[in-house]
């Protein structure tokens, strides 16, 4: 009974798993961490800024920078939406800007 039940699961998590190994997913996800640490610092620095405008638009150019780097590097679609709020929460810091 028990082999017949891992005969039927393993098709079925390799299926869920797009067939791609799983090691490989492990990689990248490591790597999209790594990637995306760097873009987070940036937008951490516009944030810091919320009170000061104009060192919050200073620090927007380089997490504008920094998320581009990061967008053209990350494999997972969580590291993409990751990266998608990183931008949006520095971004409203800097719609939030007087002038």
Known sequence: MRRALLLL?????AACSGGSDLGE???QAGGDTRVVKEAQAAVNE???NTTDCAAARAAWSEAQRKLDEADKAVQTATGRTTLQMLRKQ???VIDNCPG
């Open 46 to 48: 516009v944030i810091r």
């Open 90 to 92: 520095a971004r409203t």
């Open 9 to 13: 699961t393993l098709p079925l998590a």
């Open 25 to 27: 997913s492990a990689g």
